[in-house]
């Protein structure tokens, strides 16, 4: 277990099927034992990494997300977001540092874009393309540790088509 950015959190670390890479995040004094973490992990095909096995891959992005809109990309990238993109739901994906994201969003609100979603999360630099059978496997094991008193979230860095990310 390592500690988190900015010592509110405990990041264990882990890696699930095919490749797939875990970073489970705690609430700090309610974090969960690490035998019990790494029970979790093996008991739905994954292992337990060492601290910084898997963290250094995932970075914090601010996202939001608007229905499609003409001059929105150009008005993001105006207002100082990194990256503009759209979904194939036909959403646009605006992508911020999370430090800039209210910054953002506020320039957009002003120029009557609406978010429908905003939030700060963390992306992984490298993603890994998961068969039906292996994701399956990752979203059991995603669920087993959300089930886990304690644990705040879990991040991935597989690639999860969004007709199944309901499931998780």
């Excluded at 060492?50 to 207002?79: D, I």
């Excluded at 089930?147 to 879990?154: I, L, R």
Aim: charged residues 20%; glycine residues 10%.
């Amino acid at each position: 277990m390592t500690n988190g950015d900015e010592d509110e959190a405990v990041c264990c670390e882990g890696f699930g099927p095919a490749g797939s890479v875990l970073l489970v995040v705690c609430r700090k004094g309610r974090e969960p034992s690490g035998p019990l973490l790494r029970a979790v992990l093996r008991r739905h095909g994954g292992d337990s990494g060492a601290a910084n096995s898997v963290a250094y891959l995932f970075h914090p992005v601010g996202v939001l997300r608007y229905a499609a809109s003409g001059p929105l990309a150009a008005r993001a990238v105006e207002a100082g977001a990194e990256a503009v993109q759209t979904l194939p739901s036909g959403e646009v994906e605006v992508l911020t540092d999370p430090g800039e994201l209210g910054t953002v969003q506020a320039a957009l609100l002003r120029k009557g874009h609406v978010a429908r979603c905003v939030l700060s999360t963390r992306r992984a630099a490298r993603t890994v393309r998961l068969q039906a059978a292996q994701f399956e496997d990752l979203c059991g094991l995603i669920q087993a540790l959300r089930a886990v008193d304690g644990v705040e979230q879990v991040y991935t860095n597989a690639e999860i088509p969004e007709q199944f990310l309901a499931q998780l």
